[in-house]
């Protein structure tokens, strides 16, 4: 019995093709071509490029995939949410490999995908899950207790991870900002820098970025030829009023809802100060934290079989006849 499934994930601008076994979980291929280099010296993802891009990355990664075409049982693809050019170059690769193989074809929704990243390699459990997702594009708190998403929380406007990006970006560095902040802010050695916290006096458990990002704008625009220190110094104060933000709204929301358990997933979901301070969290209120794996916080293939899984075993197949672009809410 042919049990493999492939995923293909191009929601943005990582093109990524992964198989695992639909009985097992276990991963037999897996591979990523990240295009960060690419966009780099834009700031951000130039959604034409990305296009491009994945064209190729997807054809090379297709062609090494290759030897297991005569065990797949199933094809997924992301198709909701990302940029559209990006998407459509999966989901025709995904397309064609339906029809050619005569295999069902599966539309997975990339969020769900990050949720997943917590059980990638076992069965999951969704019992009194709370799941903190921060990526690029999205910050919202999802209540899973239930079995499925009810988005208990989000952000009114900048993303977490979008936010990181933004602040690098006005302090000459490259995209993704995540991480460049992230190390530079270890560099601090003044920490006397802070900025205010967003919605501090509001009751809403929503995020909200916007003020932040432009508090850091204001902070370098007042020091010209900033130097290595006080740039350190502003992303230091940057990531400190980030994660705090996040924590402020969570311990509210902690104090009138219990999780068993609580889940940090989505490329952002790897800024160690933000791990350290739902580490304190979870602790404080008797939760028990679970992380994506590092590699798979970001962007990949690997979590959108994963779901996928679950879909074939509930026969969710999508129709090759429909677009399918943003087919999937959440
Ligand atoms: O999940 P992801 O790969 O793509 C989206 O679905 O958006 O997330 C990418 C985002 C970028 O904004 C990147 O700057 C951010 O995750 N990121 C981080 C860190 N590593 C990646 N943000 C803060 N700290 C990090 N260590
Ligand atoms: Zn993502």
């Known amino acids: 019995m042919k049990s493999l499934l492939l995923a293909i994930e191009s929601s943005c601008d990582d ?3 992964a198989i695992i076994c639909t009985k097992s979980l276990k991963c037999v291929f897996y591979q990523k ?10 700031g951000g993802v130039v959604p034409e490029l990305a296009s491009r891009l994945h064209t190729k990355a997807l054809c090379d990664i ?28 999966g989901i025709t690769l995904a397309k064609t490999l339906s029809s050619e193989l005569k295999i069902p074809l599966i539309s997975t929704n990339h969020l769900l995908g990050h949720i997943y ?29 239930e079995g499925h998403p009810k988005v208990l929380s989000s952000t009114l406007d900048d993303s977490f991870g979008e936010s990181f990006d933004k602040v690098a970006k006005m302090l000459g560095m490259g995209y993704p900002g995540g991480l460049l902040i992230q190390n530079l802010a270890l560099k601090a050695k003044a920490k006397n820098l802070s900025f205010t916290l967003p919605m501090q006096r509001s009751k809403s458990l929503d995020y909200s970025f916007s003020g932040l990002k432009n508090q850091v704008r204001l902070k370098i625009l007042q020091t010209p030829d900033l130097d290595e ?21 969570l311990k509210r929301l902690f ?7 609580f889940g940090v997933v989505g490329g952002a979901g790897a800024n160690l100060c933000l791990r350290q301070k739902l580490a304190l969290l979870c602790k ?10 590092l590699e798979f916080c970001s962007d990949n293939a690997l ?28």
């Not at 990243?117 to 207790?145: A, P, Y």
């Not at 992303?235 to 009023?241: G, K, N, P």
């Open 284 to 293: 404080a209120y008797d939760t028990r934290l679970v992380c994506a794996p």
């Open 117 to 145: 990243s917590l059980f990638l390699d076992k069965s999951h459990d969704f019992s009194g899950l709370g799941v903190l997702l921060v990526s690029g594009g999205h910050t919202m708190v999802i209540d899973m207790d």
């Open 255 to 261: 104090a009138k809802r219990r999780f068993a358990s």
């Open 229 to 249: 220190e006080q740039k350190a110094e502003i992303a230091y104060a940057f990531e400190e009023a980030a994660t705090n933000h996040i924590l402020d709204k």
């Open 62 to 89: 297709c062609a090494k995939a290759k030897p297991f075409f005569s065990q797949l049982c199933a094809v997924a693809v992301t198709t909701t949410p990302g940029l559209s050019v990006s998407l459509l170059g």
């Open 303 to 330: 979590m959108i079989a994963r779901t996928a899984c679950e879909q074939y075993k509930q026969k969710d197949f999508a129709d090759i006849k429909e677009e399918l672009l943003f087919s999937k809410p959440l």
């Open 15 to 17: 093109s990524s093709i």
């Open 33 to 42: 071509i990240s295009q960060e280099s690419e966009h780099s010296g834009f």
